[in-house]
């Protein structure tokens, strides 16, 4: 039997958060009004409450949705077994996705909104695509934080700048390659200096 009244809820639940990402992208991220949204969908702003509890639990939806998209659309991205060429994919990938939506980025990766926090649920999906960049950089041997916290910082510093001061154009993203095969020759260098040390005090 179809659950007509859930159905609708979802729907509901769905229009209002699709409705947040329109103000958002149009008037920036810590604007949101629950009065304008609630305008937007049709309904008065008190309604609003009985399928969102807060204006943080909208966002909260709103961060789970862009983390879901980033796990899908992540996922499309297929290893080669090329690790330069693996990295430089998945890089350009991380910041193509960030890029087009800056809205969701900064909701994302940025904390944007004073004492927002996703809920653990929502959180877990961030943690999920960060468990698969940590497999993927195992699977070309690198395996310590250093290089995963070096690897996310190029990644979202790449972002901002084209953002910030090229939105709409490709002046940093057409660095990702080159910043790229910067890290990889630099984490390899890096761990062949730290196997070679080891090997020698072993001798």
């Known amino acids: 039997m179809r659950d007509r009244r859930a159905e609708r809820r979802e729907a509901t639940l769905a229009e209002i958060v699709d409705a947040a990402w329109t103000l958002v992208r149009r008037e920036g991220l810590a604007a949101l ?19 969102f509890d807060s204006k943080h639990a909208i966002y909260d939806a709103m961060f789970a949705q862009g983390a879901r998209a980033y796990l899908d659309e992540e996922a499309l991205v ?34 944007t909104i004073p004492g927002f926090e996703p809920s653990p649920a929502t959180f877990a ?20 934080h250093r290089s995963l916290d070096l690897l996310t910082a190029v990644g979202t510093g790449i972002t901002d700048q084209q953002i910030s001061n090229d939105p709409g154009g490709d002046r940093w993203i057409s660095l990702v390659d080159e910043a790229m095969e910067m890290f990889f020759h630099h984490v390899t260098k890096t761990n062949k200096t730290k196997q070679h040390t080891r090997t020698k005090r072993c001798a």
């Not at 969908?41 to 008190?46: D, F, I, K, R, S």
């Not at 693996?86 to 809205?103: I, N, S």
Request: hydrophobic residues 40%; contains cysteine.
């Open 33 to 51: 009004s629950m009065r304008d949204l609630a305008r937007l969908v049709g309904m008065q702003a008190p309604s609003l409450y009985s399928y």
């Open 125 to 144: 999906l961030s943690i999920e695509g960060l468990n698969r960049l940590e497999a993927r950089l195992t699977g070309m041997g690198i395996t310590d």
């Open 78 to 111: 297929v290893p080669t077994g090329d690790p330069l060429a693996d990295l430089q994919a998945g890089a350009r990938f991380f910041v193509e996705f960030c890029v087009k939506d800056p809205a969701r980025y900064q909701l994302m990766l940025q904390r």
